[in-house]
């Protein structure tokens, strides 16, 4: 289960590190991953993932630019939000069962 897209940048030997480090955070999440839209995803992570997960979200935005991640903390908990344009929902899909899939297992 791989939602990587066409046209990133990462090199391709880096891939696997970055989808391990994705399930890292994936398996964090406190609760299961909202929709609140097509384009947007949320998800609550312990307040301490916080800084993992924007270093994590600045490295995927400099080879996937149509990525948008916003994180912040509240109460404790850490909020990361990830959308994408219209034309990348598929992408989306695929990160939301892989946040699932890390959660859950």
Known sequence: MTW??????LPTEEQPLRLS?????????????ERPDATWLRLH?????AATAGDLAARETACCSFFSFDVRVTAGTAVLDVRVPAARVSVLDAV??????ARTR
Not at 4 to 9: D, F, S
Not at 21 to 33: C, H, Q
């Open 21 to 33: 480090e994705f399930d890292a955070i994936f398996a964090s999440a406190t609760r299961a991953a």
């Open 4 to 9: 990587i897209p066409e046209g990133c940048t």
């Open 96 to 101: 939301q069962r892989q946040a699932e899939a």
């Open 45 to 49: 992570l312990p307040g301490p993932a």
